[in-house]
T-cell receptor, first 112, second 110 residues
Framework: NAGVTQTPKFQVLKTGQSMTLQCAQD?????MYWYRQDPGMGLRLIYY???????DKGEVPNGYNVSRLNKREFSLRLESAAPSQTSVYFC???????????FGQGTRLTVV | LAKTTQPISMDSYEGQEVNITCSHN???????ITWYQQFPSQGPRFIIQ???TKVTNEVASLFIPADRKSSTLSLPWVSLSDTAVYYC???????????FGAGTRLFVKA
């Protein structure tokens, strides 16, 4: 019963490096989300995907790209990491009928 | 999207009932009201959801007045382990933008 799995759990990047955060869900959900959470703050929506093949911008999309690879997987890419992107990143998935989302354990990213 | 407003923080003691009220004046007809709980270093966890009137589950109750412009999350008999951040969200069905606010930090004391 894995739910939502994120990899990696921790990552340190140098400014300008790129990386992809992976997310997979096994609940057959149509919707998937990427959030970031800065220390002591609430979650901010980066991108979301209502269904396989579609993606839309959230509140803070700049500096990120996403790919909905298939129904299970939704990846988040940082093309050129900046210190301002130091945060905890959460992936979530949910069904279509009601807005109940299930979250992964997060990826703690530090950009130096 | 309807904006939500909730207290920044609340204190309580073990064994008390805690009520956290959230206002969402611009809620739309097809919006649901959803509450999440988040512990440090963990992702948010769904607690309860409602559309109107009262909803109760094994964890909490959710009271929604007829005009739906506010909602109250009620946690009965809180314990130290209920210390967390509680988020009130207003959202349509899945697949739509689901925006979190700042949440309410609940501190439960012994």
């Amino acid at each position: 019963n894995a739910g939502v799995t994120q990899t990696p759990k921790f990552q340190v990047l140098k400014t300008g490096q790129s990386m992809t955060l992976q997310c997979a869900q096994d609940m057959n959900h149509n919707s998937m989300y990427w959030y970031r959470q800065d220390p002591g703050m609430g979650l901010r929506l980066i991108y979301y995907s209502a269904s396989e093949g579609t993606t839309d911008k959230g509140e803070v999309p700049n500096g990120y790209n996403v790919s909905r690879l298939n129904k299970r997987e939704f990846s988040l890419r940082l093309e050129s990491a900046a210190p301002s992107q130091t945060s905890v990143y959460f992936c979530a998935s949910g069904g279509t009928q009601v807005p109940e989302a299930f979250f992964g354990q997060g990826t703690r990213l530090t950009v130096v | 999207l309807a904006k939500t407003t909730q207290p920044i923080s609340m204190d309580s003691y073990e064994g008390q009932e805690v009520n956290i009220t959230c206002s969402h004046n611009n809620i739309a007809t097809n919006d649901y009201i959803t509450w999440y709980q988040q512990f440090p270093s963990q992702g948010p966890r769904f607690i309860i959801q409602g559309y109107k009137t009262k909803v109760t589950n094994e964890v909490a109750s959710l009271f929604i007045p007829a005009d739906r412009k506010s909602s109250t999350l009620s946690l009965p008999w809180v314990s130290l382990s209920d210390t967390a951040v509680y988020y009130c969200l207003v959202a349509r069905g899945g697949g739509f933008k689901t925006i979190f606010g700042a949440g309410t930090r609940l501190f439960v004391k012994a």
